[in-house]
């Protein structure tokens, strides 16, 4: 059995809190008594996409655990990779796709953004890109993480820029059966659903949290609500039943 820790939509630059917030969801993170696998952060680091959100984002998201950060609509690659990934001479907008590997599992980081867009789509870049690393994951299991949901959550606000061209991504997740679950964040709120056939994650929002149609959300500008505190979420594996078991978390 393993614990992966999961957490999405920092939006550093988006509030003064934003800060904060982050400070005390890593806080209690490294403060936890037993070793998580792996951390994932499925996207939208920065609010605006600039060099200085990426620095302090990169101080905040320092951890004694590993840490797998992912884009979401909010980033700008070029900033992302050459402050958070230290790439000093890839400034393009190619998919930015990490793959973090320990001794109990693979972790494909998948770019799930569109450059100038809200909505979603894997490209075709990395969609290959995520073939090889299930072809090459020898047998170990491959959690599949990426921004943008694939399927609607029921909130008009996030439906409409969700994941599209969603057909490929299930046909590849179809041929590889050691995929125990889909992670994914962008609708700064707790879900948990299906995807081909596998249970898809939904980790909460840090910065903010959205709100339902039945809670009165329907547009952005009444769906995001700033109070309620940061929610995160701890995923574990039994590998024995290949079963993941999610656990939400509120971080006071």
Not at 136 to 141: F, R, T, V
Not at 185 to 192: F, K, M, N, R
Request: aromatic content about 6%.
């Amino acid at each position: 059995m393993f614990v992966i820790a999961h957490l999405s939509d920092v939006h550093i630059g988006a509030t003064p809190e934003a800060v904060s917030r982050t400070e005390a969801v890593m806080r209690y993170l490294d403060a936890l008594p037993g070793e998580l696998d792996a951390v994932l952060v499925t996207g939208d680091i920065a609010d605006h996409g600039r060099a200085e959100e990426y620095e302090t984002a990169a101080k905040l998201l320092a951890s004694r655990h590993a840490v797998l950060i992912g884009p979401g609509n909010h980033d700008v690659r070029a900033e992302f990779r050459r402050v958070l990934l230290g790439d000093q001479g890839e400034r393009s907008t190619r998919p930015v796709n990490q793959v973090l590997r320990t001794p109990n599992a693979i972790y494909a980081m998948c770019d799930s953004s569109i450059p100038g867009e809200d909505a979603g789509r894997l490209d075709d870049e990395t969609l290959g890109w995520l073939g090889g690393v299930l072809a090459g994951s020898g047998g170990l299991p491959v959690f599949v993480a990426f921004h943008h949901p694939p399927v609607q959550l029921h909130g008009p606000a996030i439906d409409g820029i969700r994941l599209h061209e969603t057909g490929r991504l299930e046909a590849l997740l179809a041929e590889h059966p050691n995929v125990p679950a889909v992670l994914v964040g962008h609708a700064h709120t707790a879900a948990v659903t299906t995807f081909a056939g596998l249970p898809l994650l939904v980790g909460g929002g840090v910065v903010s949290t959205l709100t339902w149609p039945w809670e009165g959300g329907v547009t952005f500008d009444d769906c995001i609500d700033y109070a309620l505190p940061p929610l995160i979420a701890f995923h574990v594996f039994d590998e024995n039943a290949g079963r993941v078991t999610t656990h939400y978390r509120v971080v006071p």
